[in-house]
């Protein structure tokens, strides 16, 4: 087990160096990121992420269940920091803290580990912008168990501490690979998989579309959406979500949802 230590001074080397990983040019070279919240370490260490150290401040707790996870950590070798109040205040991110706080490292998977069936499902994100969307469209992803999610020329970056947020641990759990758009499109007509770019112009609504075989949904950036690469290719087929209103775009997280639920809707239904 190892051993709880306490801090509280603000300008301890491990406070300082946390407040740094806020950085995305920081967490790079560090390879290690913030996670911040219970629920989110409880499902990061779950998930087998590793876990460099731990900061905890027990006048945050809201249960028993909080020392329990800090008692659980420490037994598997993990370093945990106990902060005074003042000083969890420094590090956390967040406006209403609840006394847990990890440090864990960054990884990146090879597009050799990914597995095609015969019905896979896969999403594309190219450009996002806003880190609260890339969570929430890990978290709809995950949702409707996707074989993997690609994230092609990100703006922020996955270890973003507001995607981590967003994502409510979908970021530990889904099979999230980083790589050119021109790669991951090679690879998935490589093995076959339809691919299927959403739209506003498109004339095919998206519930026309057969999805129940292997298929890929592309969604684009939210100021720009789709880049010319997807929408002008003729391997692509591109559909469109109708909106009635006045309004001519969906939040990009609201359209993946309704794209990737639909092919839920078909598969379930092909299942009886």
């Known amino acids: 087990m190892a051993n709880k230590q306490k801090i509280s001074s603000k300008q301890n080397s491990k406070i300082k160096f946390v407040a740094k990983l806020r950085d995305r040019g920081k967490r790079n070279r560090a390879e290690l990121f913030i996670v911040e919240g219970f629920r989110e370490c409880f499902r990061a260490f779950g998930s087998g992420i590793s876990f460099e150290f731990l900061f905890f401040c027990p006048k945050f707790f809201r249960n028993e269940n909080f020392d329990k996870f800090v008692q659980r950590v420490a037994q598997e070798g993990v370093d945990v920091f106990e902060l005074s109040e003042d000083v969890f205040q420094k590090v956390s991110i967040r406006d209403n803290c609840d006394g847990i706080l990890a440090v864990c490292k960054t990884w990146q998977r090879n ?20 880190s609260g969307n890339l969570g929430a469209l890990m978290r709809s992803a995950e949702s409707v168990n996707v ?17 981590v947020r967003t994502s409510q641990g979908a970021l530990f759990s889904l099979a999230i690979f980083q790589a050119p758009r021109e790669e991951i499109y090679n690879i998935l007509l490589r093995n076959n998989i339809s691919i299927l770019a959403t739209s506003p112009s498109a004339l095919t609504r998206y519930w026309e579309v057969d999805m129940r075989a292997s298929s890929a949904i592309v969604v684009g950036s939210e100021h720009d959406g ?18 009635l209103g006045h309004s001519d775009s969906l939040n990009v997280n609201d359209a993946a949802a309704i794209v990737l639920y639909d092919a839920l809707r078909q598969r379930l239904s092909q299942k009886g």
């Open 111 to 130: 597009l050799g580990e990914l597995k095609f069936h015969e019905n896979s499902l896969f999403l594309v994100v190219d450009g996002i912008e806003k």
């Open 147 to 163: 074989d993997a999610m690609f994230v092609c020329n990100p703006v922020t970056d996955i270890f973003n501490h507001n995607v």
């Open 226 to 243: 789709l880049p010319e690469f997807w929408l002008r290719n003729d391997r692509v087929t591109t559909v469109s979500i109708p909106q």
